[in-house]
């Protein structure tokens, strides 16, 4: 028995000491956002009274190279600023230092007994109430909404439906009536041998505050106010929430109808949000300079986004504001029906039977309409940014052809060995890579079949965007772009070694 109120001894110190951390940071923070707007007036009105044209006093005020040392903080660092600005013999009229000193000190007191344990703790009590924790959040559909949030606990999963209850991690979210109380809802978030705080409240009879009560009775009412944001409230529903009439009988001259109320999942929006965001900073580094790497990069086409909140996202929940305010919207379209997969032997340049495509005319109409704007080349993607929408507009072209090229590589080995076959024998390199005859390997290993696969798409494209628009000239410095970009983005194509290595498993 006496080991076991040792071990909950400790355990209770282990909070005790997470409990302070969790307080002094907020006082910090708090301090720092204080005396950042206080510096930046201060700053403000010696640049409007010409004091910068002192390097020393310039100095001060650049945060670009005045900074603090990383084991100092902000607070400090601030309130170091402000002492050798007071020992400078310039200094504005306007500004009185010893004003401003006790100021700060006003501050810092109101601060320091604003997070005196005892007395946040039982403001935070009080007010736990207007914490819920939840996985579908009423909130996320219209911010006005006042109805409670809902926790799911079910386990009732279906395989072929992504929901909350076939999460295998659910994010559990924090719902708060403003966001005044997001506090609250991150102290009780609080962690401790895997544990949250807010599971401890479960019990009336926990003693893990006393520490920090005058008495047993302030103690008990500190637990009876936290546990106000475990106990959840009754569904209600809300005139701005979207209903559904759902009919489940019409057997009488009445018709019978669930009336559902659709709640948003934040738990699983969540799920998504973290899915759709997996790639590593160094994959996505990689791909926005356009180098090539190794590492798969996710992408997710076709995906759209919703706003839920225009600004103070963690109004409407604590992983709404970590959402940055949105919902993610991913396409559910069902895939192309192609009712026969035909090889191109009827055509000498392959790239033609992607002409009818939707995502290539989409994506050569953006480009026409692009280029038709300027009178050259050099003028519409002189700006980066301008370069970059090119460049993605190829890379999706480019992603298409590389579809269409896997799929004819399914087929069967050695299609192209057919009588009147019109294909380029430089395409049939690439679209039938993995026959074997002799007479085809030679070819292949002797042949620059990338230069003319890399020409071929170039000179299609120019003639889809001359099609698309009469006033489109094509000139030898399109046709260089888009064999630049498309050779990039077609590199493991037309890496020979990597197709001999495919042919000997094949």
């Known amino acids: 028995m006496a080991e076991k109120q040792h071990l909950t001894s400790e355990y209770d110190e282990g909070w005790k000491g997470v409990i302070i951390k969790f307080l002094a940071d907020k006082y910090e923070a708090d301090f720092a956002k204080y005396l950042k707007i206080l510096f930046k007036k201060i700053g403000n009105t010696y640049k409007k009274e010409d004091f910068f044209n002192n390097e020393n006093l310039a100095f001060i005020f650049d945060n670009r190279k005045n900074k603090k040392n990383d084991e100092q903080k902000e607070t400090a660092f601030i309130l170091e600023q402000i002492t050798l600005l007071k020992e400078f013999s310039e200094k504005p009229i306007s500004i009185n230092f010893e004003s401003l000193h006790n100021d700060i000190n006003a501050k810092n007191q109101f601060l320091v007994s604003k997070y005196a344990p ?3 703790i ?7 109430k207007n914490v819920t924790f939840a996985t579908h959040v009423t909130k996320l559909t219209h911010s006005i909404i006042d109805s409670p949030s809902l926790f799911s606990a079910t386990e009732a999963a279906k395989n072929t439906h992504l929901s909350t209850a076939s999460l295998a991690n659910v ?7 403003g966001n005044q109380y997001s506090p609250i809802y991150q102290f009780l978030e609080l962690e401790v041998s895997g544990k949250k705080l807010v599971s401890e409240f479960v019990s009336l009879d926990t003693g893990l505050l006393e520490s920090f ?3 047993h009775e302030q103690l008990q009412i500190w637990n009876q106010g936290f546990a106000a ?26 018709i019978h109808y669930h009336l559902l109320c659709n709640v948003v999942s934040s738990s699983k929006a969540q799920a998504l949000f973290e899915f759709s965001r997996r790639n590593s900073k160094n994959a996505f580094k990689i791909k926005n300079s356009n180098k090539y790497s190794e590492e798969t990069y996710f992408n997710f086409p076709n995906r759209a986004s919703i706003s839920i909140t225009a600004s103070n996202h963690g109004n409407a929940s604590q992983l709404n504001g970590k959402r940055g305010g949105r919902l993610g919207l991913f396409s559910c379209q069902p895939p192309v029906w192609h009712s026969q997969l035909k090889a191109p ?3 000498t340049n392959f790239f033609y039977e992607l002409s009818r495509n939707y995502e290539v005319k989409e994506n050569i109409q953006y480009l026409s309409d692009f280029l038709t704007r300027f009178e050259n080349l050099q003028l519409s993607i002189k700006d980066p940014k301008r370069m970059r929408w090119v460049e993605q507009w190829i890379e999706n072209l480019a992603d298409e052809v590389l579809v269409y090229v896997k799929t004819i590589q399914a ?4 299609w192209s060995v057919t009588e009147d076959i019109k294909l380029k024998p430089e395409h049939q390199v690439l679209l039938d890579c993995y026959r074997q005859d002799e007479e085809f390997i030679t070819m292949k290993n002797n042949s620059d079949w990338q230069a003319v696969i890399t020409q071929d798409f170039a000179s299609w494209l120019n003639n889809r965007l001359a099609k698309t628009c009469e006033k489109f000239t094509p000139q030898d410095s399109h046709s260089k772009l888009w064999k630049k970009i498309f050779k990039a983005n077609f590199r493991e194509e037309f890496d020979e070694k990597r197709l001999t290595q495919q042919e000997k498993t094949v």
């Open 122 to 128: 039982t403001w935070a009590s009080e007010n736990a």
């Open 171 to 177: 994010a559990i979210d924090g719902a708060v009536q």
């Open 118 to 120: 005892e007395t946040w």
């Open 213 to 215: 009560a005058k008495n």
């Open 345 to 347: 032997i009827y055509k």
């Open 411 to 414: 087929l069967p080995v050695g």
């Open 229 to 254: 944001a475990t106990s959840r409230g009754k569904p209600r529903a809300h005139f701005l929430l979207k209903q559904t009439y759902f009919p489940i009988s019409t057997a009488s001259l009445s």
